[in-house]
DNA sequence: GCCCAGGTGGGTA
DNA sequence: TACCCACATGGG
């Protein structure tokens, strides 16, 4: 099937991607708790719409587990409109600041500094944090090695022939954790390099042969299918 | 008007 | 387990 063995196929991935777009900065944000705040907002939302949430908050002087706990629910709602679930995400914010609190006396040093398997679990319990949620919370403010697997990633793995596109989220961030280095830099830039890539590229040009990835795709281009 | 965007939780069979 | 649905704004 594949000319590549895994490990070389996801460096190589890897390597084109950077070679095409360079680093990409993520996460954008002044404070890991704003990172936070933006993984939550962001969940199934044009990080465009988030960018006005969190100036909302920031000149509501909203950006901190206290003030978010004090804020009555609508209100908090208000400030995030545009980031849209407005209600839902409110909830979802206060839930995390009552737990930071409770449990961490509102530090996330305290948070983070326990098993990283302890940790996810955490994050996992909290109403409102999934899977991808809480791998970019690991990553982008823990700066711990959880490899975040979202559409992009299942879409492009799908095209190069890696993935069935039916695979649950475990099995494909497995992929990853089994055959790169956990190194929490690289999959900083990696996950942030397949969502550049998707954005980009794979909604204008649904075939490898018009992409960089061309010469790691085993159909040459030619797909039947999109996933 | 339509589809999509850096998903998650809850319900049903 | 496997689907289905609600949640909601803003841009192309």
Redesign the pocket.
């Known amino acids: 099937m594949h000319k590549h063995t895994l490990p070389d196929l996801l460096t190589q991935l890897y390597q084109l991607l950077y070679q095409r777009y360079g680093p990409q900065h ?3 944000s002044s404070s890991r708790f704003e990172t936070v705040v ?2 939550i907002l ?8 988030v960018e ?1 949430a969190l100036a909302n908050l920031k000149a509501a002087g909203a950006l901190s587990p206290a003030r978010i706990r004090e804020l009555a629910q609508d209100d908090l709602a208000a400030l995030i ?2 980031s ?6 409110a909830r979802k914010l206060k839930a995390f600041a009552d737990v930071l609190g409770r449990h961490h006396d509102d530090n996330l040093d305290h948070l983070f500094d326990q098993e990283p398997r302890a940790l996810r679990r955490e994050l996992l319990s ?9 791998d ?1 919370i690991m990553v ?1 403010a823990a700066y711990l090695p959880s490899f975040v697997v ?3 990633t299942v879409r492009i793995l799908g095209r190069l022939g890696v993935t069935s596109g039916k695979q649950r989220y475990h099995a494909v961030q497995a992929l990853f954790h089994d055959n790169l280095p956990l190194d929490a830099g690289l999959f900083n830039e990696y996950h942030a390099l397949l ?1 550049r890539h998707a ?1 980009e590229t794979c ?1 204008k040009m649904p075939l490898c042969r018009d992409c960089c990835l061309l010469s790691l795709c085993p159909t040459g281009g030619g797909h039947s299918r999109a996933q």
């Open positions: 993520w996460w954008p933006g993984a962001t969940q199934n939302t044009a990080w465009r719409n006005r409109r545009s849209g679930y407005f209600n839902t995400k909290i109403y409102g944090i999934g899977e991808e949620t809480a970019d982008y979202d559409s992009y969502d954005k909604r």
